[in-house]
Structure formats: C-alpha cells, structure tokens
C-alpha cells in the first residue's frame, strides 16, 4: 500500500522560500507515476500547481506559480520535491503530492504552507 508523505510545510514570510518534499520509502514503482503538486486554499478547490513526467522529468506549471516554483523527483529516493520561491501570501493553502499512472492513483495527506509576515 503506497503511503505518502509530504513534509517542508510552515510558516514563512512573504518574498521568502520553502522546500515541499513527498516520499514513500516502499513505494518501488514511484519512477513509472507521473507525480503532481496540488493545493487548497480556505474555501477554494484543489488546483494542480505543477506536474512532473515519469519518463524525462518534464515539469510543467500553473500559470500562477511558473517562474517561482520548481518541480523536481529523486527516483532513487521515491521522493519528489516542490521548490517555492518568491512566496506570496495568495500561496498559503494545504499542499498535496499525488502519483498517477494510468488508473492508479495514491495521495497525500497534505502539508500546511502559510505565508504571512
């Protein structure tokens, strides 16, 4: 049963950074999903803030976080990350990390990013 965890979630101050990682140490197929990046702010939907391939590590983004965040994986260590830059307080949500590969599908339980001065 794959289990991820995210971590890397807090406080921080707007204009500053944080690194989200999401690993499952049991998760041997990890390198075959396509992993994604989700948020929830307050009262909004989940949105999908970035996706990274499988095959190649191809990343793409929201239009509201191209340029600040950064997807990357370690298939290695079953782990992929979400780099956030240039924090904005429109940021602060719940932040999920989900793997996808054809019908299968396994989600976080979500990591708590406020962004606050």
């Known amino acids: 049963q794959v289990q991820l965890v995210e971590s890397g979630g807090g406080l921080v101050q707007p204009g500053g950074s944080l690194r989200l990682s999401c690993t499952d140490s049991?998760?041997?197929?990890?390198?075959?999903?396509?992993m994604n990046w989700y948020r929830q702010a307050p009262g909004k939907e989940r949105e999908l803030v970035g996706s990274i391939t499988s095959v190649g590590g191809r990343t793409s983004y929201a239009g509201s976080v191209k340029g600040r965040f950064t997807i990357s994986r370690d298939n290695d260590k079953k782990t992929v990350y979400l780099q956030m830059n240039s924090l904005k307080p429109e940021d602060t949500a719940v932040y999920y990390c989900g793997a996808v590969w054809g019908p299968r599908r396994y989600w976080g339980r979500g990591t708590q990013v406020t962004v606050s001065s």
């Open positions: 049991q998760f041997t197929t990890f390198s075959s999903y396509v």
